[in-house]
C-alpha cells in the first residue's frame, strides 16, 4: 500500500514552483524545530511535558548528523578566514617585547588527530613544552560502569572524548573526565593509574590538604523528579573520601528554587572553587556556581553548610574565582529566555559576600566578541592582565583593559575546534614538568 503511494507521488510531474515551495516550507520547519529544541536544551519551559519528547528526538536527530559528520560535535559554528594547518597564535607587539611569560595547560580537540589532547604551551615562544594523550579505549575497558547510565565505548572512545578542565600535579600527572564519565588520572607518560566509575562532570580543583574537589551526578531522579547534585571530596590515591548533596545544603538553607530549567537539572553545579586565603590557612570554604539557578554559593565544608547564596547581576555564569585576591564571576549573560548571549560575556567583581560592585574588562570583552553561550572561564589575573577562554568558539585571549595581547585559536584547515577548559600554570611548574618529561622520552 504504501509502495504503491510512493510510486503514484514520484510519477507525478512537478512544477518548479512547487519544488521551490516545498523547499521554503521545508527550511521554515527546520528553523522552527530548531528554536524549539534550542529552547529545550538550554533550559526553556514554554512546552511542559512534551519537553521530554523534543529533546529525545533532537538526539535520535543528532545521531544521524554524527554519521554524516562524526566530528561535528566538536567544532564551533565558525570559521576561520585562511587555512591553518595548526592551532593559531597571534602575538602583540606590545606582549613581545614585554618581559610577560604565559604557560597555559590547553585541553583542546586536535582536528588533525581527531582525538582530545592536553599540552602544555608556552606562549611566548609558541612551543609544546609537553604533551598527554591517554589511550581512552584502553582505560575504558577497566571500567564497570552500567551502560544504562553511559556508554563509554561509543560516546566516550578514543574519538569521542573530551578531555575537561585537566589538573596538573607536580610529578606531571593528570586527572580529568570526559564531562558525566568517570574520574581519570594519568602520569605524564600518558599511562594509566587509575580511574573511578561515578558520572564527574565539570571543574575539578585541588584543594589546601591536596585533596580534589569535582562534581558527581546522581544517577537516579528523585522523589520530586529531577536528578540532584554532589560535592566530591576525592583523595589523590583515587577514594572518594565524602560526596555531599547540594540540594540537601540548599533545602537546609531554604533557598528559593528560582529562574531554573524545567527539565531534571534545576541546580547544575559548574564550578567548585577552594577558598585559599591567608588569612584562613585552615580554611575548608568553597565558592560554588549553579548554573542553572544563576547562583553562586560559599559553602563551609567544616560546618557542611552553605554560608550564604546569592543571585544577583548574572545569568547562567559559568566560573566563579578568587584571583589576584579579588572574586570573580565569568558570567555568560544569557538573555530571558537562556537561548542567546546578551551581546557578549561579563567578568564581574564581587566582594566576599556575594555582592556585586562593577564589571571588569567591558571594552575588551566586547571589542574580541567574549560571547560563548555555555561554559567559559577566566585562567588568570595577574599585573591587570586576564586570560580568558571562550570555549564554545576555540580560543583563549589575553588583554588588558585597553590591549589586546594574545590570542590562541584551535584551528586547522578553516575549522575551529573545541578548548576544553584550559589552566594557566606557574613557571617554577613548568620548570618541574619539564625535568619530569625526561623520563617518557628515556622510556
Given at each position: 500500500?504504501?509502495?504503491n ?14 519544488v ?12 522552527v ?17 512534551l ?32 587555512e591553518?594547518?595548526?592551532p593559531?597564535?597571534?602575538l ?15 585541553s ?9 589532547i ?24 577497566f ?6 547510565y ?11 572524548y573530551?578531555i ?12 580529568f573526565h ?13 599511562n ?9 562532570h ?23 523528579g529531577?536528578l ?12 572518594i ?5 547540594i ?12 529562574n ?6 534545576p ?12 588569612e ?10 549553579l ?19 546569592k ?11 578568587l584571583l ?37 574588562y ?6 574580541n ?9 577566566i585562567?588568570?589575573?595577574?599585573d ?5 577562554e571562550?570555549?564554545k ?5 589575553k588583554?588588558?583593559?585597553r ?32 625535568m ?8
Open positions: 500500500m504504501i509502495l503511494f510512493l510510486k503514484k507521488i514520484l510519477s507525478k510531474r512537478l512544477f518548479l514552483w512547487q521551490l515551495m516545498l523547499f521554503v516550507i521545508f527550511c521554515v520547519l527546520a528553523i524545530y530548531g528554536s524549539i529544541v534550542r529552547h529545550v536544551v538550554l533550559g526553556g519551559n514554554k512546552f511542559g511535558k519537553s521530554p519528547i523534543i529533546n529525545e528526538l533532537s538526539m535520535v536527530i543528532s545521531n544521524v548528523f554524527k554519521i554524516i559528520d562524526p566530528y561535528k560535535s566538536f567544532k564551533t559554528n565558525k570559521k576561520n578566514a585562511k591553518f594547518n595548526k593559531k597564535l597571534e602583540s607587539e606590545i606582549y613581545q617585547n614585554s618581559l610577560e611569560e604565559d604557560y597555559i595547560l590547553i583542546r580537540y586536535d582536528g588533525e588527530k581527531k582525538r582530545s592536553v599540552e602544555l604551551f608556552d606562549i611566548k615562544n609558541n612551543q609544546i613544552i609537553h604533551q598527554w594523550q591517554p589511550d581512552i579505549n584502553k582505560i575504558n575497558s571500567s564497570k560502569l552500567n551502560k544504562k553511559i556508554n563509554l565505548q561509543t560516546d566516550f572512545s578514543n574519538n569521542r573530551n575537561i578542565h585537566p589538573l596538573l600535579m607536580n610529578d606531571g600527572s593528570i586527572l570526559g564531562m558525566y564519565s568517570p574520574l581519570i588520572k594519568i602520569d605524564i607518560c600518558s594509566y593509574i587509575w580511574s573511578i566509575d561515578d558520572i564527574f565539570h571543574s575539578i580543583e585541588i584543594d589546601n590538604e591536596g585533596n580534589i574537589w569535582t562534581a558527581i551526578a546522581d544517577t537516579k531522579t528523585n522523589k520530586i529531577f540532584d547534585d554532589y560535592l566530591a571530596k576525592v583523595s589523590q590515591d583515587g577514594r573520601l565524602d560526596k555531599i548533596s540540594s540537601k545544603l540548599l533545602n537546609n538553607i531554604k533557598y528559593p528554587f528560582t531554573i530549567y524545567s527539565g531534571n537539572d541546580i547544575h553545579i559548574n564550578d567548585i572553587q577552594p577558598y585559599i586565603s591567608i584562613e590557612k585552615n580554611s575548608e570554604k568553597f565558592f560554588l556556581s548554573r542553572n539557578i544563576s547562583t553562586i554559593a560559599l559553602y563551609d565544608n567544616k560546618k557542611k553548610e552553605i554560608v550564604w547564596a543571585q544577583g547581576n548574572w545569568v547562567h555564569q559559568h566560573d566563579v574565582d589576584n585576591k579579588q572574586l570573580v564571576i565569568f558570567n555568560n549573560n544569557l538573555d530571558s529566555n537562556k537561548t542567546q548571549v546578551l551581546d557578549f560575556n561579563e567578568i564581574l567583581l564581587i566582594n566576599k559576600n556575594g555582592e556585586f560592585i562593577k564589571k571588569l567591558s571594552d575588551q570583552m566586547q571589542k566578541n567574549i560571547a560563548t553561550i555555555t561554559e567559559g572561564l585562567t588568570e589575573i595577574n591587570n592582565n586576564i586570560i580568558v571562550d570555549t568558539n576555540g580560543r583563549l585571549v588583554f588588558s583593559e590591549n589586546l595581547l594574545w590570542t590562541y585559536t584551535n584551528s586547522f584547515k578553516g575549522d575551529i575546534y573545541r578548548i576544553n577548559w584550559s589552566r594557566s600554570i606557574k613557571k617554577n611548574k613548568v620548570d618541574k614538568i619539564k619530569q618529561a625526561k623520563k617518557c622520552i628515556q622510556n
